[in-house]
């Protein structure tokens, strides 16, 4: 069974360009959540979604947005691009929907952002 | 927010058992708990979760209070490959908030 997919690996973009990471969550998953991992920060929770819906967010700014389609997939764009927002992306996915803190996530490798 | 408190490092010798604390006082009746892992380059691993009774799994052991305000983690002979981070996590509604962890590593 195919894991959690997660496109492109690295990329490097410039301040003020904005990006769009994309994740193919394990079929069957409904549930897809993005973290942000930094070395001085650690793994920060971005957002979670489910069937389509965001569901939970973390406390970061609105330049930080996602979705997610029918099919489960997620993708989840920065606009305007700073410095700060080099970091590994990750994407986990998970079988339950809310209400049962039992679920497990199954995350991907990662999308690398440098931001020069 | 049901926060974590673990050491930042520990360090154990290959073969050794190992106990990886963690403690949640703030932990309510319906929070689980969940141990994640992260080894080099690679994005966080599950690796054992529960509520009140302990837990066995083919990776480890989890060993919860009666109070359930600590957990221990236990990696019965830590190998090379258990050196990672590991991440002690309480769980309500799909939201899992990543604490610092521990480091771990191993000595051969």
């Known amino acids: 069974k195919a894991g959690v997919t997660q496109t492109p690996r690295y990329l490097i973009k410039t301040r003020g360009q904005q990006v769009t990471l994309s994740c193919s969550p394990i079929s069957g998953h409904r549930s897809v959540s993005w973290y942000q991992q930094t070395p001085g920060q650690g793994l920060q929770f971005l957002f979670e979604y489910f069937s389509e819906t965001q569901r939970n967010k973390g406390n970061f700014p609105g330049r930080f947005s996602g979705r997610q389609f029918s099919n489960s997939r997620s993708e989840m764009n920065v606009s305007t691009l700073e410095l700060g927002d080099s970091a590994l992306y990750l994407c986990?996915?998970?079988?339950?929907?809310?209400?049962?803190?039992?679920?497990?996530?199954?995350f991907g490798a990662g999308s690398r952002l440098t931001v020069l | 927010d049901a926060k974590t408190t673990q050491p930042n490092s520990m360090e154990s010798n290959e073969e050794e058992p190992v106990h990886l604390p963690c403690n949640h006082s703030t932990i309510s009746g319906t929070d689980y708990i969940h141990w994640y892992r992260q080894l080099p380059s690679q994005g966080p691993e599950y690796v054992i979760h529960?509520?009140?009774s302990n837990v066995n799994n083919r990776m480890a052991s989890l060993a919860i209070a009666e109070d359930r305000k600590s957990s221990t983690l236990i990696l019965h002979r830590a190998t090379l490959r258990d050196a990672a981070v590991y991440y002690c996590?309480?769980?309500?509604?799909?939201?899992?908030?990543f604490g610092a962890g521990t480091r771990l590593t191993v000595k051969p």
């Open positions: 529960g509520l009140t």
């Open positions: 996590i309480l769980s309500l509604n799909n939201d899992m908030r």
């Open positions: 986990a996915s998970s079988l339950q929907g809310a209400g049962s803190g039992a679920n497990v996530l199954t």
